[in-house]
């Protein structure tokens, strides 16, 4: 089995994106940066291909591995698409919590016909070329859905707890982690990025 590792030191992301895979039937063992012990550069990127891109290299840099890296966040219509690369920084690094609630501070006197949001997941893969040099692709996955008013939910991460789906009624947060895992943005992008993985040697 082919061993690609996830530049990320989130445990459950590699839990996640390994379900995902398993699921898709993509033959791959995901290993995490954090447990082969490679290191974690600065997140300078002004979009989520750049950081995509800029975590896959370092960590291929590093181990010489198949490396798969993602960045992802919450892009809202009325904010112009912002947090979108902030997303993880939104509240100046308060916190997951804090992110959350800002954003809902934010969009408090907004009606709900307005309150349309993306998820959207951007996932880079470096690995090893037959010439010797590096092979990238950068695939991008997306989700539409609309913001609630309040936290609704304990499952899922970041901004899960505020996020209802296009044709759902409830949050990501209140969906099974199966059914979270078959709709989700980072579901979608792992999904373009397979055929890639499944033509490695």
Request: hydrophobic share 45%; net charge negative.
């Amino acid at each position: 089995m082919k061993r690609v590792v996830l530049a990320t030191f989130n445990e459950h992301k590699a839990s996640e994106v390994q379900a995902i895979f398993n699921d898709l039937g993509v033959e791959v063992e995901v290993v995490s940066a954090a447990s082969l012990g490679l290191s974690s550069p600065v997140e300078d990127g002004v979009t989520f291909e750049a950081n995509a891109l800029l975590k896959a290299r370092a960590a291929f840099a590093e181990c010489g591995l198949p490396v798969l890296a993602d960045d992802s966040g919450i892009c809202v219509d009325v904010l112009g698409g912002a947090p979108g690369v902030f997303s993880a920084r939104w509240s100046g690094g308060a916190g997951v919590v804090e992110n959350t609630d800002l954003l809902l501070r934010q969009l408090a006197d907004v009606p709900p016909a307005h309150r349309g949001a993306q998820f959207v997941a951007v996932v880079a893969l470096v690995a090893p070329g037959a010439d010797g040099r590096p092979v990238e692709q950068v695939v991008r996955g997306e989700i539409a859905g609309n913001l609630t008013y309040e936290r609704r939910g304990e499952g899922g991460f970041g901004y899960d707890p505020i996020f209802v789906p296009i044709d759902y009624e409830v949050t990501t947060a209140e969906l099974s982690a199966q059914e979270k895992n078959r709709i989700s943005h980072r579901r979608r992008a792992l999904e373009a990025i397979a055929p890639y993985l499944r033509a490695l040697p």
